[in-house]
Every structure is written in structure tokens, then in C-alpha cells.
T-cell receptor, first 114, second 110 residues
């Protein structure tokens, strides 16, 4: 079966711009989580959506937001980009969040802010 | 969620067993132990998970101590492709995000 698909794979944006990243979960999975990975901070949880509702949220500023659609696809938006937002953004899906096989991760979107 | 402690790095000879330890002394009764690995710049990959019993799958074995305060991931015959960062995570079974620590960087040496 198809895995978790993240688009685009690479993105270069200018400071102050906004960006939208997309994640298509595995078919049937209703939970989608987003993580930010940087060399200095490692993997950090952003938020989780389950059945179109944000269920958990990490400690990130309000510039980071997300949503989930009725088909479980999710988008993450970062407004007013800062240089420090340069990172690998990972999306993970699961049937109900965590669970028997944890999460399946996508390959990520590499965002560079210049 | 409980915090985990892992050694920052380990080496293992190719073909030998790699034993990666993890301490989770504050684990709760309803928290599972999950292991993931991340090969450079790819998304983390699920390896195995368990609650209290030892578990084995085609990739690895997971040994959890009786008091559940620590566990060991065993890769029985390490190959060069097993070089990766290995993360030990404890989390309730559903509805919880994973807190990734710094993991163990495993280098398999030819």
C-alpha cells in the first residue's frame, strides 16, 4: 500500500513569506502528526490532527498552524517565515494515533528560509 | 510521557549483534516502549514495540526488563544498512504524540 506522501520534497522561501506543506496519510489512517527536525533541537512535535480536529499541540508559536480535511489529508502552514524555521518537516500518520504500530512517517519536506 | 535515556553513540561490527539500551525509569503501567530508527535525512522508520513481554519481528528483538524500567533493542546480525540513529520512545498506546530524545547513533563497521 502507498505510504505517507509529503509534498513538496524541497522548498526555498524568503524570510517573511508564508508556506504551506501537504501530507497525504496512508489510506484509512485518521491521525496525522507533524514534526519539525533541526540539527540543534532534534525531532520536535508540532501538532496532531484526528478526524479533522486538532487533538494535541506542541510548544510552537502561533505562526505554525495546520488543518486536516475530511479525507484525512493534512496541511501545515507557517506564516512570517524566520531563518530559524529552516528544517525538515515530517508528517506521520496512524489509524488512531500511536496505537499498535505507532506512526508511519513520510520522507519529509526540506524547507530552507533565506 | 516518560523520558528516555540512551547512549549517544555506539559502534558494532558488521555481522555481529547490536544491542542498544534504553532507560525509562519513570514509565507508567499503560505506556508502551517503541523503537524507531532514522537513516540520514529520511523519515523515522518503525522497528518494534512492546508493553511488558519480549517481542521479536523480522527486523529486531525487544527485551524489556521485568520492572519495565529499561529495555534493549537487539539487531541480530547488523549490516552496513543498519547505520542510523535509533530512538527509544515511551508513549501511551493511543492519542499521544511521540517525544523523540536524542537517540543513539549506531555505526556498523565493516
Amino acid at each position: 500500500k502507498a505510504g505517507v506522501t509529503q509534498t513538496p520534497r524541497y522548498l526555498i522561501k524568503t524570510r517573511g513569506q508564508q508556506v504551506t506543506l501537504s501530507c497525504s496519510p496512508i489510506s484509512g489512517h485518521r491521525s496525522v502528526s507533524w514534526y519539525q527536525q533541526t540539527p540543534g533541537q532534534g525531532l520536535q512535535f508540532l501538532f496532531e490532527y484526528f478526524s479533522e480536529t486538532q487533538r494535541n499541540k506542541g510548544n510552537f508559536p502561533g505562526r505554525f498552524s495546520g488543518r486536516q480535511f475530511s479525507n484525512s489529508r493534512s496541511e501545515m502552514n507557517v506564516s512570517t517565515l524566520e531563518l530559524g524555521d529552516s528544517a525538515l518537516y515530517l508528517c506521520a500518520s496512524s489509524w488512531r494515533g500511536g496505537g499498535d504500530y505507532g506512526y508511519t512517517f513520510g520522507s519529509g519536506t526540506r524547507l530552507t528560509v533565506v | 510521557d516518560a523520558k528516555t535515556t540512551q547512549p549517544p553513540s555506539m559502534d558494532c561490527a558488521e555481522g555481529r549483534a547490536a544491542n542498544l539500551p534504553c532507560n525509562h525509569s519513570t514509565i507508567s503501567g499503560n505506556e508502551y516502549v517503541y523503537w524507531y530508527r532514522q537513516i540520514h535525512s529520511q523519515g523515522p522508520q518503525y522497528i518494534i514495540h512492546g508493553l511488558k513481554n519480549n517481542e521479536t519481528n523480522e527486523m529486531a528483538s525487544l527485551i524489556i526488563t521485568e520492572d519495565r524500567k529499561s529495555s534493549t533493542l537487539i539487531l541480530p546480525h547488523a549490516t552496513l544498512r543498519d547505520t542510523a540513529v535509533y530512538y527509544c520512545i515511551v508513549s501511551r498506546n493511543t492519542g499521544n504524540q511521540f517525544y523523540f530524545g536524542t537517540g543513539t547513533s549506531l555505526t556498523v563497521i565493516p
